[in-house]
């Protein structure tokens, strides 16, 4: 299990001009953090992505990630330039946990839930992740102590479960 704070481990998230002049370029990490985590996730069996909804949106400490760490030659390959992508990653599965301040029905009728569409459309089938679970726990401003520690245990059974590939 690689387990990460990217805040408290100071990730460094602004993706270089140089990060992007090409697919060789972006496979190239000059910083030892992000050359860490690139390794560390091409080994993976599962990934567990744990955030707040800000916006519609991951925190920008982990699209950050996204941007640097998911990156060709590393995440996926392209054929072609317009061509679909070939998904490197070895984990073919992932939970998503989310905390959101939004109730469910305002969040599908007003936004049509974003961050369903960010992992589950987006970033992780393009990586070849292909199971995608995701679960998020609202309303976190007014709830009690106890149902956060029954979220908390939901988490882990979630986690349990996605593991043992169930």
Do not use: M
């Not at 959101?100 to 987006?122: H, I, Q």
């Not at 976190?140 to 479960?161: F, K, M, N, P, Y």
């Amino acid at each position: 299990v690689a387990a990460h704070d990217l805040t408290a481990q100071g990730f460094p998230p602004v993706l270089t001009a140089e990060e992007t002049g090409t697919v060789e370029a972006a496979g190239a990490a000059t910083d030892p953090l992000v050359a860490l985590h690139r390794a560390e996730v091409a080994t993976l069996d599962a990934l567990v992505l744990i955030h707040p909804n800000w916006w519609g949106l991951p925190p920008a400490v982990l699209t950050g990630w996204v941007q640097r760490v998911l990156v060709p030659g590393v995440a996926y390959k392209l054929g072609q330039a317009d061509g679909e992508p070939a998904g490197l990653l070895r984990a073919g599965r992932a939970l998503v946990l989310n905390t959101s301040d939004t109730p469910a029905e305002r969040e599908a009728a007003e936004f049509g839930d974003p961050l369903e569409r960010v992992w589950a459309a987006c970033v992780l089938p393009y990586v070849g992740v292909t199971d995608v679970r995701r679960t998020v726990f609202r309303t976190v401003t007014d709830s009690t102590a106890d149902q956060r520690a029954a979220w908390l245990a939901e988490a882990r059974r979630e986690a349990r479960a996605l593991l043992a590939g169930r």
